[in-house]
């Protein structure tokens, strides 16, 4: 498909890149001119996709994070999180609300639900041993121009 | 992040701040447990003015925080969270767990 601009960034999973993933993506949106609302559900989502690779992916082993956005026609914004981590055996599982593999960690189970809440569409590939890729889509509402008083 | 222990009432308050995310809430974790501990509050009041931004470690932050408290016999209230931090506390079912409260005065 084409697409209006790209942004591609890899990083060590290290819980304080959750942080620099969120600025990476707001600073790839200002051009598209986000609402309050759109920028703060899609911040909590890369959080959420960056924080899985990390906790889950890994296990707080080492390895790398890849996160690439694009900007697609009709204001369609796609975001690709993956790792090279210890997969997740059972998909349907992991995405069942509640559902989680680290309470000692206190995760709520929660990371899937937000970000099919947030988003128009969630991909989830990933087998035991094969790393994880999740791929979202969400389309911004048009730009409103200011009026002029 | 600031707290502040109200003798009489029992009642711990703390006033959050910033972005809590998977990092930032196992730091939080730590300092609001050692209050936790020490005090031994019957209301502990997490106070969300000042939050900038909240994913899902946040929920695990106040779902790890009720499992503390309600075995000694107390409570979580929330309050002031925004529109959108409201929103995430709403997805999970906080209201559950939580008395959440807009619009409270320090």
């Known amino acids: ?95 069942t609300p509640l559902y989680t593999t680290a309470p000692e960690e206190e995760r709520a189970g929660l990371g899937f639900a937000i970000m099919q809440e947030f988003t128009d569409s969630l991909a989830v590939r990933s087998s035991a041993g094969n790393g994880t890729v999740l791929t979202m889509r969400r389309k911004l509402g048009q730009i409103h121009e200011e009026q002029e008083s | 992040m600031k707290m502040h222990y109200d003798t009489s009432k029992r009642e711990l308050l703390i006033l959050l701040d910033g972005e809590i995310d998977h990092h930032r809430s196992a730091l939080l974790r730590n300092e609001i447990d050692t209050a936790l501990y020490a005090h031994m509050p019957s209301v502990l009041i997490l106070d969300f003015r000042d939050v900038t931004f909240m994913d899902s470690s946040g929920i695990g932050l106040i779902m790890g925080r009720y499992k503390i408290i309600q075995p000694m016999g107390g409570e979580i209230q929330i309050q002031n969270p925004s529109a959108y931090i409201g929103r995430v506390l709403r997805l999970a079912g906080m209201e559950r767990l939580a008395k959440i409260s807009e619009g409270v005065s320090a």
């Open chain 1, 1 to 95: 498909m084409k697409m209006l601009n790209e942004f591609r960034c890899v990083f060590p999973a290290v819980s304080t890149n959750e942080s620099l993933a969120r600025a990476a993506l707001s600073a790839f949106l200002i051009p598209a001119d986000p609402t309050a609302q759109e920028l703060a559900d899609l911040r909590t989502v890369i959080s959420e996709a960056v924080t899985n690779a990390i906790v889950h992916g890994y296990r707080n082993s080492s390895g790398d994070v890849a996160v690439c956005l694009r900007m697609l026609p009709d204001r369609v914004l796609y975001i690709r999180v993956s790792d090279k981590g210890c997969g997740i055996p059972d998909v349907e599982q992991a995405m």
